[in-house]
């Protein structure tokens, strides 16, 4: 089969950043389904893991492991065939998925998924409005639900929450998420198309998030808050979080940070700090590991109810290497508004 990998970690411009490969056939094992992929979205993680480890291209750190490798971790496509203990679902059903980041991603024309991790995609949208979701929308739902303890239900309903990077792609499905759980969204954003992004995704506050924070809360009357989640630079939003975080609120970052984050601040308000990974459960097998399925059939289903939309805001063409390098290029620029997707492959 064909797929889009490389053997050696190098800069997005070099001509072997990208390679087609002719790969083996995959079989299934028994929790397995064998996916023919449709189309796929690119993440910062697939830019992250392809990046130079040394400046020298021919460094032994630049070198892969297991060679090739397969990038892509979000995809919508046909289940083709399925292991002996897959129970969910059977050959022919359409799923949507990010996977597993210790396997062979999805910039394939198969691939191979534990059932545990994979939902039914949504039927009212197409494939490439699909594949924007399944990453972004696991590491929004698992910040907000399973981290900063937030009900989905709208038990909270009122209470403000802060999101900071809100047009990106974890942040444009948050926005959502929090909407439809009836809480006070306060999106952050930067620029004017950003902030219009985050308005007609549902916040009701948009903030600079190269401004000072807390003043512009306070500016719109909010002196805490109960519940803040960092999408994007720690380091630099740490002490903005730490000032407006209420007593016994919750912090939860997916972004780590490069500088030691003083933690004592929080002690005397009781805060706690989460960090979220949308891959500890894949990576580590948990037991809850099968949640992944359940909230990605639930975020299929809110998008056949019309209570979430697509964050795609741009679909770049066939599954290739010229349009794949295009996307990691455009992800390395940091200013994605949504998603871009790919969709259909061509392999070359
Ligand atoms: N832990 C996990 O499981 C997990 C999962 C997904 C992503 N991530 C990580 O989370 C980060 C965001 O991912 P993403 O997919 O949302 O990225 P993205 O789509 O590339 O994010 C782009 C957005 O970041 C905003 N931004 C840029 N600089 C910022 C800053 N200094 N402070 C706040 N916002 C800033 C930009 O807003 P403006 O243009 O308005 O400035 C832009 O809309 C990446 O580092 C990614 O690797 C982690």
Redesign the pocket.
Known sequence: MKAIGFERHLPVDHPEAFRAFDLPFPEPGPHDLRVAVEAVSV???DT?VRAPKAVDPDAAENRVTASPKVLGFDAVGVVDAVGDAVSRFRPGDRVFYAGDIGRAGSNAEYQLVDEALVGHAPRSIEAAGAAALP??AL?AWETLFDRLGLSPEGADAGTPVLL??G?????SVAIQLARAAGLKVIA????AE??QWCRDLGADEVVD??GDLPAQLAERGIHEVPAIAC???LD??YPAMAALVAPQGRLAS??GNKAPLPFQELRDKSVGFFW????TRPRFDTPDKHRQGEILDRVATMIDEGRLRSTRTQTLGAINVDNLRAAHRL?EG????GKLTLAGFDGA
């Not at 047009?167 to 942040?171: I, Q, S």
């Not at 979220?276 to 891959?279: A, G, L, Q, R, V």
């Open positions: 993440n910062p993680v992250k990453l972004t590491t900071i990077g047009a990106g792609g974890v942040g952050t954003a930067s620029r950003s902030r998030h190269f999408f994007n630079d630099r939003h997916i972004v979220e990974y949308m891959f992800l940091g200013r994605m508004i």
